[in-house]
């Protein structure tokens, strides 16, 4: 394993990633994340002051056996994780890392100023420092 601590987060994002409103419907979010072979959506709130949510199969899956959750009208923003942590592409991983791991955090989302550049999952962090070649996604 290379040395990857240094490693900028943008040489690692992955920018094939998935929007959804908040107010979209939670049945859509779960047949997004299906459709699409995900685990994550990262919620647009449209509003930079806001910045960004995110929900994840594990949200949706707590609700599943919850009756007093009404599943057909349930929003997107009624579940999401938000504030969410947002990280820098400037940052490097091991600030990355830690800061995910403090906020006990699996994914993030990467924001350059307003614009959303991708997400950065710990999948993404396992990849580069097992094969230690630098190659994001």
């Known amino acids: 394993m290379s040395d ?10 992955n920018s094939d990633v998935r ?3 908040p107010d979209g419907l939670l049945s859509a979010a779960a047949r997004a994340m299906l459709e699409n072979h995900i685990t994550c959506l990262v919620v647009d709130l449209q509003d930079p002051a806001r910045g960004y949510g995110i929900i994840t199969q594990k949200d949706i ?5 919850d009756d007093s959750v009404d599943h057909e009208s349930t929003t997107v923003g009624d579940v999401m994780t938000h504030p969410t942590l947002a990280l820098s592409p ?8 830690s800061l995910m791991r403090m906020m006990g955090v699996r994914r993030a989302p990467v924001v350059d100023g307003d614009r959303l550049l991708g997400l950065l999952s710990f ?15």
């Open 123 to 137: 999948t993404d962090v396992f990849r580069h420092v097992v094969q230690g070649d630098g190659a994001g996604g």
């Open 61 to 65: 899956i707590g609700l599943v056996f």
């Open 19 to 21: 929007t959804i409103n």
């Open 90 to 97: 400037q940052w490097n991983l091991e600030t990355a890392v």
């Open 4 to 13: 990857f601590r240094n490693t900028p987060v943008r040489d690692l994002v």
